[in-house]
Nanobody, 128 residues
Framework: QVQLVESGGGLVQAGGSLRLSCAAS????????MGWFRQAPGKEREFVTS????????YYADSVKGRFTISRDNDKNTVYLQMNSLKPEDTAVYYC?????????????????????WGQGTQVTVSS
């Protein structure tokens, strides 16, 4: 079992920045590809970004490319999402997730069904 706890959400003005953290406990964190998803009211859960175990390979949704950065610190069992130049359309609950599925490219981890463990989510609200 892996437990994931997100933090760092909040209210920010458009153009601002936030850094989300996802702390993992349980089984060996460094073995798992990780991802961030988000879900706005009335919408389906949406892929944001993914990262492989080493942290060297990342993949982003087009909507956040160039603005968001995913990283991980395997020594701290934590994955981060740095969000810059935030827009009102980034408003959502953000979830981190861990996958037990084998893969070689972070682009393979864009579907929620690829992930086994999920955090409880953290709210991000961007005001215009």
């Amino acid at each position: 079992q892996v437990q994931l706890v997100e933090s760092g959400g909040g209210l920010v003005q458009a153009g601002g920045s936030l850094r989300l953290s996802c702390a993992a406990s349980g089984r060996t964190f460094s073995n798992y590809p990780m991802g961030w998803f988000r879900q706005a009211p009335g919408k389906e859960r949406e892929f944001v970004t993914s990262i492989l175990w080493s942290g060297a390979s990342t993949y982003y949704a087009d909507s956040v490319k160039g603005r968001f950065t995913i990283s991980r610190d395997n020594d701290k069992n934590t994955v981060y999402l740095q969000m810059n130049s935030l827009k009102p359309e980034d408003t959502a609950v953000y979830y981190c997730a861990a996958s037990t599925a084998y893969g070689t490219r972070p682009s393979e981890y864009t579907r929620p069904s690829k992930y086994t463990y999920w955090g409880q989510g953290t709210q991000v609200t961007v005001s215009s």
